[in-house]
Nanobody, 114 residues
């Protein structure tokens, strides 16, 4: 069974920065894609950024967020700069194994407020 654990959420002022980390462990198979979704109150969960062979971003975060990955550690990072109040959400990490099964983390709260 794969465990996915996020860290790094918190409260930050508008314009500030925050880095989220997510580590996947316990997989006997190679992990393929990893990335982040977020869900704000009253809204659907949306893809923020993903990384496999390439990276992809939601239009709302392009130029502000950067996703990166350490394959040796099965860890993915989300560097978030120039944060806005509308970035406030619970951020969920996912990890896909090579057979397409998706594993989710428990979520970490990011609050952007003055």
């Amino acid at each position: 069974q794969v465990q996915v654990v996020e860290s790094g959420g918190g409260l930050v002022q508008p314009g500030g920065s925050l880095t989220l980390s997510c580590a996947a462990s316990g997989s006997a198979f190679r992990l393929y894609a990893m990335g982040w979704y977020r869900q704000a109150p009253g809204k659907q969960r949306e893809l923020v950024a993903g990384i496999a062979k390439n990276t992809n971003y939601a239009d709302s975060v392009k130029g502000r967020f950067t996703i990166s990955r350490d394959n040796a550690k099965n860890t993915v990072y989300l560097q978030m700069n120039r944060l806005k109040p509308e970035d406030t959400a619970v951020y969920y990490c996912f990890a896909d194994n090579e057979f397409g099964r998706r594993y989710w983390g428990q979520g970490t709260q990011v609050t952007v407020s003055s």
